[in-house]
């Protein structure tokens, strides 16, 4: 793969085993509903869940919309697409939609929300991105988007220097790692209304993580940023403190809402 394209190659094409570790990680969980909440999904909604990945959270809000509303999965990878839409069979108020990744395959103003986690860190021009969100949203309609900052990450017992290292060699795999503290600038540019920005900050300690860490190094991996033996000592390292119990890993999330005038 090129690195000056890896950002968003890397989502096209995706190895065996990242796609088994997304399957694991995107499942639908209880604490999903508290997180969509400032989306304020309702019965009735239309909902552009950009990113979806596998499907599961555009699955879960298809069951909030219920039978008058539709939500609208969409992806740049034809795998998940593909998987989604097998696993949405029988259910008419949910559909998969490929993207090309410049472009929303919706009509404009289609939808009542707009809901984005952890994609625009990815994208080749953000504000492009915003400005086919704002397109494909009705007026007063309401956009969740959710995003980290990988400057803020932290691993324990890898330390500070070394948490900075490995993830430095790792930002290959993103087009903007620090999209977190930019976006709500992003979105007031773009024109949104009512711009609002919190941060959450959940902690790990049993090794849920590790599917993320592991996604980092095959990024590393890719390219040779780091030493393989030195990031399969530092897997191990990891692997010996969740053991121990000495494990930490925190990631904040920046949520930003806004609407469209």
């Known amino acids: 793969m090129d690195k000056n394209t890896y950002f968003t190659d890397h ?16 499942q639908w969980r209880d604490e999903h509903a508290a997180m969509l909440q400032p989306l304020q999904p309702e019965a ?47 259910k008419p108020n949910v ?7 410049y472009e929303v395959p919706l009509d404009d103003g289609a939808v009542h929300r707009v809901f984005c986690k952890n994609v625009l860190e990815y994208v080749a021009d953000p504000a492009q991105t915003l400005d086919e ?49 930019a976006l709500r600038a992003l979105v007031q540019m773009a024109g949104f209304e009512q711009v609002e920005v919190s941060i959450r900050a959940g902690v790990d300690t049993t090794g849920g993580s590790l599917a993320v860490i592991r996604n980092m190094a095959s990024y590393i991996a890719e390219f040779e940023r780091l030493p393989h033996e030195e990031v399969d000592e530092m897997l191990a390292e990891l692997e010996a403190a969740i053991e121990s119990g000495k494990y930490m890993f925190s990631l904040p ?9």
């Open 253 to 261: 999330q920046f949520f930003i809402t806004a609407s469209r005038p």
């Open 11 to 26: 989502w096209q094409d995706i190895e065996p085993a990242r796609i088994a570790r997304y399957e694991q990680m995107f």
């Open 133 to 181: 969100f704002k397109r494909v949203l009705a007026k007063d309609g309401r956009m969740l988007l959710i995003d980290s900052d990988w400057r803020f990450v932290l691993v324990e017992p890898w330390g500070q220097a070394r948490t900075e290292r490995f993830f430095e060699a790792a930002a290959i795999a993103f087009k903007t790692p620090t999209i977190g503290r």
């Open 95 to 101: 559909t998969f939609h490929q993207t090309n990744g």
């Open 44 to 90: 009735g909604c239309r909902i552009l869940d950009y990113g979806c990945g596998p499907g599961f959270v555009s699955m879960g809000l298809a069951e909030v919309v219920g039978e008058t509303g539709h939500v609208y999965g969409v992806d740049l990878n034809a795998q998940f697409v593909a998987d989604s839409a097998r696993r949405a069979e029988g």
